[in-house]
């Protein structure tokens, strides 16, 4: 089995200046665009060099926005080449300010190999130094380890959504690595992480440890604070991405104590009667470790299930799972008891053993509702509507209808986030979300990859072709 390279190298003394990196400030402009900065727009964005707002000098560079969708951006960057060679500690910084803000702002970094692969990156919202929206001039920090894999960095800023921002005076520079022991408690904790990831990980057998274990012990000299261990957490996430790990990351504190009270997606599901005999059922990403609201999320389905078959003479059922990025698999596979049957209908492959997913009487992991709807008829067509949104637990979801034999698949590919995670607690507040297992379908089938529908139907906006085809199909 192909092991990760992860070098090993002696700290060398460098000049990675900011010669490096120009037009720091914006200060030098060719028909109003900023020299040595690249940028290629982006619809409902525009941009100016403005000498009305800086922080520095004469001049700022901002960026408007009128988008109303935060998943559109406006980004701009500078491409550095790195010549020095040797494993060394970066840090990022530029000032910012923004008015009427509807969306998010980051500075972001990437680092590039010599065929111009990506194998670091970060913005300030990865790294919890998140950019307050509609504020002064505040200066913001991004920092990140380079090897001698590193031949070049990408360093940028960025507006999803609507309003003004302004960037001004980049710095780049290299932080001193010290060559001191780190303290207890940055010992413990980038120790715990470690532990977590090599005794747990489903990747673990394509890591190599020795390695990585000297690695982090270079990275940890002189950390102090669990906040100083930023660096090596970021390097060990990177490994786990390096093996092939996409799905696991790290929940924030804030995030990790939301998820304790609320359902943190914030969408509810939705149904409604088609064409007078076909239930529509819509179940969204949710997310929440708290079990009395996911039982009450469970129970919302079960009760629209019901209403929609008791009330009509149901010819077949349509599951849309299109927007359902993720959260919590049982309180949603639960939630739709009434179309699955009860049973085993799914594994988590793990590397001791295959754990069943057992859905009884109303009861799934630690999830459970009163009274269970039973369909008039048990045996209707079910149609699951899919698509590249429907990732993580939207997954499993599918996995779970796989080989029943009046279920088709309709739409694109999912996500390809078939691996589960589980939840460890981090002493700073923080959570790891880990991926410990694969998962299979009842019929001995394991995903490791996207799930491909039954029927590709083509996603054109202002159409839903998935949903005519699937209802083509139940009316058959």
């Known amino acids: 089995m192909m092991k990760l390279k992860f070098s090993i190298l002696t700290i060398l003394l460098i000049n990675f200046s900011n010669a490096q990196l120009q037009n720091l400030g914006f200060e030098?402009?060719?028909?109003?665009?900023?020299?040595?900065?690249?940028?290629?727009?982006?619809?409902?964005?525009?941009?100016?060099?403005?000498?009305?707002?800086?922080?520095?000098?004469?001049?700022?560079?901002?960026?408007?926005g009128s988008s109303n969708n935060t998943k559109t951006f406006q980004s701009f960057y500078q491409k550095i080449p790195i010549e020095e060679k040797g494993r060394r500690k970066i840090e990022i910084s530029a000032y910012v300010k923004s008015e009427n803000i509807d969306g998010k702002i980051n500075l972001w970094f990437q680092v590039l190999d010599k065929d111009g692969n990506k194998i670091n990156s970060g913005t300030t919202n990865t790294q919890e130094n998140s950019i307050v929206i509609n504020s002064d001039w505040t200066?913001?920090?991004?920092?990140?380890i380079i090897d001698e894999y590193a031949k070049n960095l990408k360093i940028g800023g960025l507006l999803a959504g609507s309003g003004n921002v302004w960037f001004d005076n980049f710095e780049l520079k290299v932080i001193d690595l010290s060559d001191t022991k780190p303290s207890k408690i940055a010992s413990d904790y980038i120790e715990y992480f470690k532990n977590l990831i090599k005794t747990?990980?489903?990747?673990l057998d394509k890591i190599d440890w020795n390695i990585v274990d000297e690695n982090i012990k270079k990275l940890s000299e002189g950390m102090e604070t669990i906040d100083d261990t930023k660096p090596a957490i970021q390097y060990m996430m990177n490994v786990l991405k390096g093996s092939g790990d996409i799905h696991s990351f790290i929940v924030s504190k804030k995030s990790t104590e939301a998820k304790k009270t609320s359902n943190t997606k914030g969408i509810e599901p939705e149904y409604k009667l088609i064409d007078s005999k076909i239930g529509y059922i819509m179940v969204p990403g949710f997310a929440t470790s708290n079990t009395e609201i996911g039982n009450?999320?469970?129970?919302?389905?079960?009760?629209?299930?019901?209403k929609l078959d008791s009330e009509n003479e149901i010819a077949g059922w349509i599951v849309d799972l299109r927007t359902n990025t993720g959260g919590s698999i049982y309180p949603m596979i639960l939630g739709l008891e009434s179309l699955l049957g009860d049973g085993t209908l799914g594994y988590f492959v793990t590397k001791e053993k295959n754990v069943p997913w057992i859905l009884e009487k109303g009861k799934f992991g630690k999830n459970e509702i009163p009274q269970p709807y039973k369909l008039k008829?048990?045996?209707?067509?079910?149609?699951?509507?899919?698509?590249?949104?429907?990732g993580s637990a939207g997954e499993a979801t599918v996995i779970s209808f796989i080989g029943k034999n009046n279920v088709k698949l309709f739409g694109q590919p999912t996500a390809?986030?078939?691996?589960?995670?589980?939840?460890?607690?981090?002493?700073?507040?923080?959570?790891?979300?880990?991926?410990?297992?694969?998962?299979?379908?009842?019929?001995g089938k394991e995903y490791r990859e996207k799930i491909n529908p039954d029927v590709f139907v083509e996603s054109i906006p202002d159409k839903d072709l998935e949903l005519e085809t699937a209802k083509s199909w139940i009316l058959e």
Not at 139 to 144: C, T
Not at 379 to 386: D, R, T, V
């Open 28 to 64: 030098n402009s060719t028909n109003n665009l900023p020299d040595n900065w690249s940028i290629k727009k982006t619809e409902s964005y525009d941009w100016k060099i403005d000498n009305s707002q800086k922080y520095q000098g004469q001049n700022s560079f901002q960026i408007v």
């Open 139 to 144: 200066k913001y920090r991004l920092q990140f």
């Open 200 to 203: 747990k990980s489903m990747f």
């Open 296 to 306: 009450q999320f469970a129970s919302k389905i079960n009760e629209m299930i019901k």
């Open 377 to 390: 008829k048990f045996n209707s067509k079910i149609a699951i509507l899919i698509g590249k949104k429907t």
């Open 416 to 443: 390809g986030l078939t691996s589960a995670n589980s939840s460890f607690p981090l002493s700073d507040g923080r959570s790891l979300a880990l991926a410990t297992s694969f998962e299979m379908d009842r019929t």
